[in-house]
């Protein structure tokens, strides 16, 4: 890849950010929820995506949601340790689904040229549809990590069939999806 010009189906690195979304202790804990099915594949997949952003000197953004009283608080509202964010890395603290509805995380990625944001996180019916939608509706182009995000089983769908819906969905509406493998091989 040059710098001039990224490869077809892939992100313009000089305009992206990774936002990780509230991949967050209280979604594996077991103390206020069912822990995510295949959670340790997906914070592995993440950290895998994190390694990328960072090699690549891209801004890694971590999105925090906050629930009084539920399970992203307290001990929950902690990113997983396993993720490993670094002081220097810019967190956000929401409490809706679209992060994008946070001022300060809009202007971040307006002062940094970031008009391609690359979405991993929780929860793929929640927090990543609610984002990848706020970003097409502010004219940016999300690029989803289609086995980077993922939630719980419901709709009486497995979690895997739902995130795939939900990726699909997006796909659909906008939203550029891409594998993690095709990702940390540019």
Known sequence: MTAAHPPLGAPDLRQAALLVIDVQCGAFDGRLCPPMPDGDALVQACRDAVDWARQRGMPVL?????????????????????????ADEARFTKTVPNALEVAALVQALSQGGVSQPILIGLQSDCCIEGTAQGALALGLQPWVVRD?????????????????????????AGATLISLHTLVSI
């Open 148 to 172: 980077a995000h993922h939630t719980w089983p419901d709709r009486g769908l497995s979690a895997e069939a739902l995130r795939d819906q939900i990726s699909a969905e997006l796909a659909q």
């Open 62 to 86: 971590w999105i925090q949601h906050s629930e009084p009283g539920g399970p992203m608080d307290g001990p929950g509202f902690d990113i997983d340790p396993r993720l490993a964010p670094r």
